[in-house]
């Protein structure tokens, strides 16, 4: 077996019906590959549909989890039954082209040498951006579709750990256990990718970026209200987590500025710029800029970038400091 292909989902059975019809749509023999779905135990029709879809095909099998455990633990119980030599990630609301693992095999033989996790060419339809100004900013954030300025300070062959996707993204099997998989205590959005790969490099890989294969991320909400609740998520939970479990990380990244000031560690331009971090942060700051950028996403003459990444980080940090539990998983 070449791959598998490891789908976790929740609640989202029309998404996930679009991206099983394109994983299946490969010109790939489907005795090389496999798919697993693993349902967080969803209340949608997604059981009935998976048992009827598996029914059509041998090389689909179908998990449902009896209580909800959270997008990690879902993914690696997938991982964990596996048979495939490499891994692929795939979210249920992401859309592949035809030459999809073909072209990943093409990308590991070329990089045989190397202990590799692949990153793909992941994009929003056009017609989802041209309707939110926040969603094209989340859009340029991604690797591939970032400055001319900040692509030439990334290197595509040895890619940073806060890029890597867990959402669509491959590596070989064994690796995937040799980092411990995905860290099983989040169960909410954010930072579970990039602990992966921050841990995946760190046991001598390498992250890579592949532009020639295309993924589209289906999903028709970009607003800034859905990424306000995602990015308090990542703030609350995950970050929270990382702070007490991979401080290395946080520290080599824009997330230590979120964190309190550590009279030990920090130097006093650093100290000071979190004093000025807190401070631009507060809520009468930040609710007039929220609401500005709420009211305005659909109107292009009101693009600001600048606002976007102030509220990202306040709204991370909001979640951060945050007492109360946020939502349900969502992914």
Known sequence: MVFSVIIPTYNRVEKLQKCL?????????????????????????????????????????????????????????????????????????????????????????????????IINNTSYPPAILSKSNFGTFIQSRAIGYRSERDMVSIDMRNVPANYFAGGGSSIKREDAFSVGLFEESLGKYGSEDELFGHRFIASGGQIMYCDETKILHDDNDVSPRFWKVKFMELGHYGLRMLAEKEADLVDSTLYSYVMPIDRKRDGLVKSLKKIFINIMCQNIFRVPIEKYVFHTDDKKMFKNFFFYRYLTLAWIRSGFQSNKPLGEVKY
């Open 21 to 117: 019809s394109s994983i299946v749509s490969q010109k790939f023999s489907s005795e090389d590959y496999e798919i697993i779905i693993v349902d967080d135990c969803s209340k949608d029709n997604t059981e009935d549909f998976c048992n009827d879809f598996v029914k059509e095909k041998n090389n689909i099998r179908y998990i449902k989890n009896r209580i909800n455990k959270g997008r990690c633990v879902t993914r690696n119980e997938g991982i964990r039954v596996s048979k495939g030599f490499y891994l692929v990630f795939l979210d249920n609301d992401l859309v592949v082209e035809d030459n999809f693992l073909q072209t990943q095999l093409d990308f590991f033989k070329k990089n045989s040498d190397k202990k590799i996790a």
